[in-house]
């Protein structure tokens, strides 16, 4: 999986109404992924997933209604749901070129709502089956913020976990959030800076060509902002943040050097967490599976908290 860091995009747009949830009329077992054709408001589209009934009866993935955003993008997405209560909610946020079904974002899910919590997961803009230009983690933060509001309605303590341009977008919105309880950042850079290697070159010709531009929506199905607006990187983001925030990278992270999560450490505020991960690659490889894990529960539990801050190889 490619997980770029920042491409040519649309500047920000400032939402002028709060986020809505739609909900949807109760689905059937052989219901699947549709949209009503007709009106085009967003209030009347709707989205689902198949899922086996057993596995509705005790908790996992349901239906999930669209999302639609402060400035107007309508958002597909998943909600794996606690039959018992639920701790907290976590809010997952994947990468570039994923989505909401993309299995490594399943498998973190599975993992963390095995752990307690409901998860609430979406196709990011310009991505899967949601509407609009993806600005890698620019204007993504209108799309936490629609998830964050649709997973306190289950439970208010909500961890953001988020992958590459996920964690971008997450560590955006939490910079200007409150009440949140916890972040955790996986893969993430700290300027905007792509390696000198070919994976920096794809992401580069993928981000900022009209050609690349065109590739990544025939092949990948993503639709890529055309224009770049140098907003602020991450490693200015997270002194902002008032929240818990863990830092989880992948020793052997070929687009991404560890180093960047020591950089955005080192600007954090207190409480602070960085785990560099042996033997893992680039945002939600297998190996990232138990670190995220352990970090949600970091975040949510002050006693952890209390422990030891690095942790490295």
């Known amino acids: 999986m490619l997980c770029c860091q920042a491409s040519e995009r649309l500047g920000p747009i400032e939402g002028r109404r709060s986020a809505r949830r739609v909900h949807f009329p109760e689905a059937t077992a052989g219901s699947c992924r549709q949209l009503r054709p007709d009106p085009p408001d967003a209030s009347n589209l709707w989205h ?8 509705a009866a005790r908790g996992g993935a349901l239906p999930a209604p669209l999302f639609t955003t402060t400035d107007d993008v309508v958002l597909t997405g998943r909600h794996w749901v606690r039959t018992d209560a639920p701790r ?56 936490v913020a629609a998830a964050v509001e649709a997973a306190r309605e289950r439970n208010d303590r909500v961890v953001l976990v988020g992958a590459s341009m996920g964690a971008i977008a997450a560590l955006r919105y939490a910079a200007h959030a409150d009440g949140l309880a916890g972040v955790v950042s996986v893969s993430c850079p700290a300027q ?6 070919v994976q920096g070159v794809l ?3 993928l981000t900022r060509t009209r050609v690349g531009r065109a590739v990544a929506s025939r092949w990948m199905g993503v639709q890529v902002a055309p224009r770049w607006t140098n907003p602020e990187p991450p490693i200015d983001l997270v002194p902002k943040v008032h929240a818990p ?9 070929r687009f991404v050097p560890a180093a960047a999560a ?3 450490y080192e600007v954090a505020g207190e409480p602070r967490r960085l785990r560099i991960v ?11 599976v138990p670190a ?16 030891g801050a690095k942790d490295s190889p």
């Open 192 to 197: 905007w800076r792509l390696p000198r290697n």
């Open 278 to 288: 042996p033997d893992m690659g680039h945002a939600f490889a297998p190996q990232s």
């Open 245 to 253: 925030v863990a830092f989880l990278h992948g020793a052997a992270d």
């Open 48 to 55: 689902c997933e198949c899922i086996n009934p057993r596995e």
């Open 262 to 264: 020591a950089e955005l």
């Open 88 to 143: 907290a909610a976590v809010v997952l946020v994947h990468g570039f070129t994923a989505s909401a079904n993309d299995p490594a974002v399943s498998d973190v899910a599975e993992a963390l709502h095995a752990d307690g919590v409901d998860v609430v997961c979406y196709d990011a803009r310009g991505h899967g089956t949601s509407e609009g230009h993806s600005t890698l983690g620019d204007l993504e933060r209108h799309d």
């Open 203 to 205: 992401a580069a010709g």
């Open 292 to 307: 995220i894990r352990d970090a949600v529960d970091w975040a949510l539990d002050p006693t952890m908290r209390a422990l």
